[in-house]
């Protein structure tokens, strides 16, 4: 999680964009909710430097979402579906909606198909899910994910990273995160024509090692 990102994404003169969050991962909220009762994992893909296709496909698969108990020690499997939904967001990041992500479903696995002209924001169609905000002692999510081989070989060149977010209630809206907050949001990574994971954290390398020894 304290890795730099393996590049800054671009705008669309091709100027490295440079929020906080893009240059390294980090955490935000971690393990401490508050009064937040609901978690849900999220992602995002831009254009890299030297992208050359306005547009490409992505495959996501395999996502995971584990929590660790604070009462136990152990960690459990939080229950998500395999199927996406998404928005086109402008790149001033203001929650500015510019379109609708559009993902193929019934397919294995999901295909997303992202742009050069806007930041693809993607997480599982089934919505955010419960969680016990007084028992939560970590927070690691997982996908794996890979560009199209024949739009990485025509040049496609784009980044992702792993995300999640606790939310106020299952029906909260948007409020300049008054309703929201992010758990942690892990460097961005090329996309490959191969498989790659993607993955977020709210501990440290060592004591993520160790509660899953323990595990």
Known sequence: ?????????????????????????RVGMGNDPKSFSQLIPWAVVLAAPHNRKESARVQIKNLEVFLLSKTTGRWSRGSFPEHWKGAKLSHRLRNQVVGELKVELGTDPDTLFVDANSIAHFWPEGGRRPIDSEDIAGVYVTIQARLDPSDYKGG????????????????ARWDNLKSNGDVAISRLKYLRPEWRRFSMATLEENDLQRTCRNN
């Open 1 to 25: 999680m304290n890795r730099e990102s393996e590049a800054l994404p671009t705008d669309l003169l091709g100027r490295p964009l440079k929020f906080d969050w893009m240059s390294r991962g």
């Open 156 to 171: 496609g060149r784009y980044l992702m990273n792993m995300a999640a977010d606790y939310w106020r209630s299952n029906s």
